[in-house]
């Protein structure tokens, strides 16, 4: 064993000493220089040195002050021993503010580092707490920011395992000015819990936990909800979390540590249902869209004491500027397109599309003015199957296809494209033996979905839908490579539409925002982007935490759904009517009417590419043989 001498011992006190930080340096540089400077202002005082004749007192006043200001030295006078004297403690002097300024300059940049990495407490309250870091994040803050644009002092708080600045320089580039929403950033692990305290949950409104983009995304999702539900230092009030999972067969465990405080989105099966309905009517995710976003129209839940006993029916025409759709009862079950005679019972809360909660007002009208002669006949339109064509393959494409079995008509086709052989053989033979679907069959052509000759020889004009679906390849890696892939084959799709004089309902997927206004040149019908619309239903959830059942049914096919039906079902084309007289058309088959698509605007991008939502019911439109009447259905 090597000896420890005293010079190692006295080495590693001061080694020890030194690592205490900056409040410790000082104290002990403090004692240093009150100890020189006594002892040289004693050994002054003894020795007659000083030519005034000063006391210990004053000497030692005098010999601080030349510490911190040396350049008095030059003024001195006396005798030589009195001048070494000066010039010793002018010489410590020198020593003491030279690392009193090393060691404040240091604590203030490790200071200035802590902040910028964001280690300090949090002291909000009623703020909105994002955990984590993913794409999503940059639509769920601007949709944090419109719905807290009334508020004077609103707060979102971001937790994520990347660097403060770097945070803060991306919210600035992709989501532009905040207004009067504050944006703090923290470093950290979100499911640690000592990192959790510094954000301050007890207090937080809502909780968001994004997900990384890798193969352990619900791992990390499971763990943070595991870390808020579960640490000791927790409150007893119930968080409000909201939080994506993307395998389905993860939701059971997330739930159950959750103990009723999360509300999960399944993001797969959730796109994979939007996918399914939107590839067979054009417009549908312009109308989720406006649905789930916080710049249009919203979903509110409203008490209506004068509606109290009235029946269902009789509340679609309450509202001149706001769209009824269901029912929320006293229990907390949700009903959306309820009977047309179920009553609205005490306690219970209509559910309301509106531009904001202070719009949601009765009309004041004597009659409501319906035009009785402009209402046509019910005709029950018989399903035909239909024929769909993915272009493409990747993990949501066996949920898609499984979704699209529920909706269409026995003996429906699909057909798939794509150059990922091995996974589409694995589903193929699966969906074509005993645990086939119902009213699909299913059908692989192998190849490059940008290839012009193989699209070509596909004959478009058999489909009723396309679907192109953003597929990865060995060439083809990240987000923008993919899209780019996925943007050269709507070119060719659209010109082969064109030189053959036909159209067909074209849906794309889309893995980056940004590239949808690159795509609108296609004129592809809809533009599924998975993050943007996920993170709009995220930012819904996370303000009201009672919208989940409802987007839960409105996107379950066993349910009621948004469909765009021919306008000549309800009213006489190149009438005139307002939209009290559609809405009592859709009552008399069981429908809310939520809105109308314009065929002549569907190619603008201004106009919502036709789609208009709850509009005002006095307001008379011109409805053609070509356009469509929204309506909440169940078929």
Known sequence: MHPISPRDRLRYKFDSMMAKGPVILIGWLAILTIAIISLISLLVQLLGLDPEGRGFLQLAWAGLMRTLDSGTMGG?????????????????GIFVVSILIGILTTGIEGKMDDL????????????????????????????????????SRSCIVILAEKDAMEMQDEIRSRVGDTGRTRVVYRTGIPHDITNLLIVNPDAARSIAILSPEDENADAYVIKTILALTNHPQRSAKPYHIV???????????ARMIGRGEVELIAASEMIARITAQTCRQSGLSIAYTELLDFGGDEIYFKQEAALNGKLFHEALFAYEESAVIGIRFHDGRIQLNPPM??????????????????????????????????????????????????????????????????????????????SRQGEVDNFYSEATGDQGYVNLRCDFTPGDVTDRWLLDSLGLQRYD????????????????????????????????????????????????????????????????????????????????????????????????????????????PGTAVNFYTVTEAARRRGEVAIGYRL??????????????????????????PQDRIIVLAES
């Not at 001195?76 to 403690?89: I, N, Q, V």
């Not at 939080?243 to 465990?253: F, I, M, T, Y």
């Not at 605007?601 to 053609?624: C, F, H, I, M, R």
Request: glycine content about 4%.
């Open 243 to 253: 939080a994506v999972v993307h395998d389905e067969k993860n939701l059971a465990v």
């Open 116 to 151: 910028r990495k964001g280690r300090s407490f949090v002291a909000e309250s009623g703020h909105s707490l994002i955990l984590g870091w993913s794409p999503q994040i940059f639509t769920l803050i601007s949709e944090l920011v419109l719905a807290n644009a009334n508020q």
């Open 599 to 624: 065929q002549a605007d569907a190619n603008s991008v201004e106009k919502s590419y036709g789609v208009t939502l709850n509009p005002a019911k006095s307001q008379p439109v011109t409805y053609g």
């Open 465 to 572: 839908h396309v679907i192109v679906l953003s597929e990865a390849t060995d060439t083809a890696t990240d987000d923008q490579e993919i899209d780019a892939r996925t943007l050269i084959t709507l070119l060719h799709l659209r010109d082969i539409c064109d030189r053959g004089g036909f159209s067909v309902s074209i849906v794309s997927e889309m893995l980056d925002i940004r590239n949808r206004e690159l795509a609108q040149v296609t004129r592809a019908d809809d533009f599924v982007v998975s993050d943007k619309l996920i993170s709009l239903m995220f930012s819904q959830i996370s303000e009201n935490k009672e919208l989940a059942p409802v987007f839960q049914d409105l996107f379950d096919p066993d349910g009621s759904e948004i469909y765009f039906k021919p306008a000549d079902d309800y009213v006489q």
């Open 341 to 418: 005679e179920t009553r609205i019972e005490n306690g219970a809360k209509l559910i309301v599309i509106s531009a904001d909660d202070d719009t949601i007002k009765l009309a004041q009208l004597p009659a409501i003015p319906i035009a009785q002669e402009a209402i046509r006949q019910a005709t029950p339109r018989l399903s035909a199957p239909e024929s769909t064509l993915i272009l493409g393959w990747n993990k949501s494409a066996s949920m898609i296809i499984r979704q699209l079995d529920q909706y269409v008509a026995a003996g429906s086709v699909v057909k798939i494209v794509s």
């Open 76 to 92: 001195d006078a006396g005798s030589w021993p009195f001048l070494f004297a000066m010039l010793a403690t002018t010489l410590t």
